[in-house]
């Protein structure tokens, strides 16, 4: 249920037909989301502070771009009156009256929390043209589904545009060609929001991090993390966020024993870490064999069932008995069901359900060994070797 209709459920004023326009007009409003983050109007509504009208902030973001040059680019009043109006609608700033809008909470959380800007240009730009391609990719293909994850309604939107180049390439190839993975990179970062670090939220939800690492409460026959032995490897890590807030937790933890793996040209260098190369679909044998945990976060939902069962398989082969592998991702419910939509339409990806996670530890030789799902924010499924 979209959130439009279960507001419309809440308010029975909204007639059933209004509620169903709102949804489904979404999309082109969607489409203005980039010009808003663009030009940074959200930032000059902040800045400006009081109610302000589109002249006040085109002024604003005109001045701050430069007098001119050839290659300075304004923006119009009636641009940004309108992104503002729309974005009003999207419930993304407020509107005080036919001409003057205000920030709210949404355009303050992201005026201070820049990733939730770059979130929703991903959103609003890959997102939005892989969704409109979908019918007609299913049409086109006879229904064939589930899609694979360079042949996707994203690469089909690319083949019908005449750009053939990106017909077969990953939706992150065909990011950095366009100069865009740095942005996505960004995203990563701080996401849409974080509800604390790592550690504090996996203690919250009732894990025992500590253990899994090996750094107390150890239990009969374990002695505990030697110096020697890897505590983490986090794979697809991005920037290291994760293995650097369990490095602030414990920082006894050596920059050797926590391990990044990444194949990202725009990732060289994470200081307080150890950096390594590995792409988890086309090299061999994950290398660090028998460490402490495992981790994929919002890994597994990038990819389709057979890429993702492959990618636990090459780890639950490199698992010893003492490993885990922590899966950190969103639950496949209400909340999440536009993000289970845009998995599936860029990456040939899925959210997936507990039954999922039992159904794909079975396959990989694991078992779950722990599970808790979050309304919002980040799940954790723990599997070990069966
Ligand atoms: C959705 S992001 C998640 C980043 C990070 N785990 C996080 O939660 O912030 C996916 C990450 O996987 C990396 N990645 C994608 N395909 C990969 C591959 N084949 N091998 C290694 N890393 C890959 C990307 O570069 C990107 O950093």
Redesign the pocket.
Known sequence: MSLLNRLASLVPAVPPGAALAGTVTLPASLGFVPVAVHFDLFGALVRHGGPATAEDIARVVNSAAGAGGDDVIHISTLLVADTLCIMAGLGLVNRVDENHFVANAITHHMVAMPSAQHGAVHFCTEGLMAGAFLMQKLKDTNFAYPFAECDGPLQYAYRLMGQDHFAKQHA?TIMEAQGRMDSFNQF?VGKFFKAGTFPDRVTAAGYDLEAALGISGSSAGDQGLRGDEVAMV?I???RG??LLEVQARYPQLQPSQLVV????AAIDEIPGVHLME????VSGEQPVRGARAYSL???LH?LPDLDAVALVQKLARAMSPKSRLLIIEYAKNLTYTNLHASMIALYGGRERSSAEWHQMAGICGLKVTFEKYETAGESLVEMQRD
């Open positions: 992150y990563m986090d697809g890590g991005g966020e994760l793996q990444e194949f990202n590995w792409n988890y679909k976060q919002h890994i990038n």
